[in-house]
């Protein structure tokens, strides 16, 4: 068989001696002669857009007054079952293994932030500092990696940042909240009461949004009430301070991500530069409310306090907390463009887990079984939670 190929067509020259090694089955006697050459009327052309596989061809049903047939079985290249079959796996199994180390990445990035946050705050307590400096790295990191081109940087315009504002002023009082109820109380306390931000999401959703709900996602906010209450009560160090701000940072967060939805349709930014902006206008808002707060003249004193007392690790603690601040929220933001909103709700329920284990673990916080028991139902509440509402 020889095979003449063009561009557009295909053009096949099959003779007698190929039917006949083809067609074992037919009798000597009998030979049969096909000739399909570049003869006018007897040329055999089979236009195809994409390779063409023949798997067989077979002569049948042969009279000697009829020109037998030959069947041709053809498949294009890229639309065999089995070849579509297996890319379809490995695209899979490629997509779980990503989402897998998203999530491990994110959780060990934020219990480590958590706990080199907790010890800077045991030594050195100016929670708006601590938040304003967490920032500060990050818009440096990205404002370097944007120069370096390491990172593309968006594409964006005035629009866009007014429509970021009310974002990143509910972002900043949420990020100064929690930091303020971490240096008052047990980093697995501040988990366990920011377990309950689904009940100020569906609050706030049902009452200024209007909102409505199926009955299974107000069912599962019992246990998150209950939990977070149980805990509340049975705990050791409890501070009030300490209570109202992972509160505050509850409802802050919620109203984040009402602004973030309702003012950031039709921008294309992907998840990494939106955070890196959404970093950079919280730094704008956050510095003058530090400075009135505290003030350089409390941070210097406390800063020659805290280095006299832990030694120059203290400026390791310091830069390590604002790092991973930042890695662990980058890290976040990119996952949502990769996974769907139950799977980041269900891994940030797992996250808070891991850190409320890490942290009882490193720190020795002395917990009771019931303080554990409120722990555990409040987050299988949360849990419960984003089953319902997706």
């Known amino acids: 068989m020889s095979f003449g190929i063009k561009q557009s067509a295909l053009t096949m020259d099959v003779s007698s001696s190929v039917v006949h090694k083809r067609t074992p089955s037919v009798r000597s006697s009998f030979s049969p002669s096909l000739n399909l050459q570049n003869n006018t009327n007897k040329r055999a052309i089979i236009s195809v857009s994409k390779p063409l596989h023949i798997s067989s061809i077979e002569s049948c049903c042969f009279h000697k007054e009829k020109t037998p047939a030959i069947h041709y079985k053809a498949y294009e290249a890229d639309k065999s079952p089995s070849a579509a079959v297996g890319a379809e796996g490995k695209s899979e199994t490629a997509q779980r293994v990503k989402i897998g180390i998203y999530f491990a990445t994110w959780w060990a990035l934020n219990v480590v932030f958590n706990i080199y946050n907790k010890k800077v705050l045991n030594v050195y307590p100016f929670p708006w500092l601590t938040s304003t400096l967490s920032l500060a790295c990050g818009s440096l990191m990205m404002l370097v990696s944007w120069a370096t081109r390491i990172a593309e940087p968006p594409k964006i315009d005035i629009e866009f940042w007014k429509a970021m504002f009310p974002v990143a002023a509910a972002h900043t009082i949420g990020h100064v909240a929690a930091t303020v109820s971490m240096s008052k109380v047990a980093i697995s306390f501040t988990h366990i009461i920011k377990s309950s931000e689904p009940a100020f999401s569906v609050i706030v959703s049902r009452f200024l949004l209007g909102e409505t709900f199926p009955p299974a996602v107000y069912l599962s906010l019992l246990p ?139 720190f020795h916080t002395p917990v009771q079984p019931i303080n554990a028991l409120g722990a555990a139902i409040a987050i299988l509440g949360t849990f419960l939670y984003s089953r319902a509402k997706a």
């Not at 998150?224 to 160090?237: V, Y």
């Not at 808002?285 to 505290?294: K, R, S």
């Not at 004193?301 to 890695?327: C, D, N, R, T």
Request: hydrophobic share 50%.
């Open 224 to 362: 998150i009430i209950g939990g977070c209450g149980l805990a509340a009560l049975t705990e050791l160090n409890f501070n009030m301070t300490g209570f109202m701000g992972a509160m505050i940072s509850n409802l802050a967060f919620v109203f984040r991500n009402i602004f973030s939805k309702k003012g950031m349709k039709g921008n294309a930014v992907s998840g990494m530069n939106y955070y890196a902006c959404l970093c950079m206008l919280s730094l704008v808002i956050l510095t003058p409310f530090a400075i009135a707060v505290e003030g350089p003249h409390m941070w210097a004193a406390g800063w020659k306090e805290a280095v006299s007392l832990i030694g120059p690790q203290f400026i390791w603690w310091v830069a390590a907390q604002s790092i991973f601040y930042h890695l662990y929220n980058q890290v976040s933001y990119m996952s949502l463009d990769q996974i769907s909103p139950l799977t980041f709700s269900i891994g940030n329920t797992m996250k808070r887990i891991s850190v409320i284990v890490s942290s009882i673990i490193i």
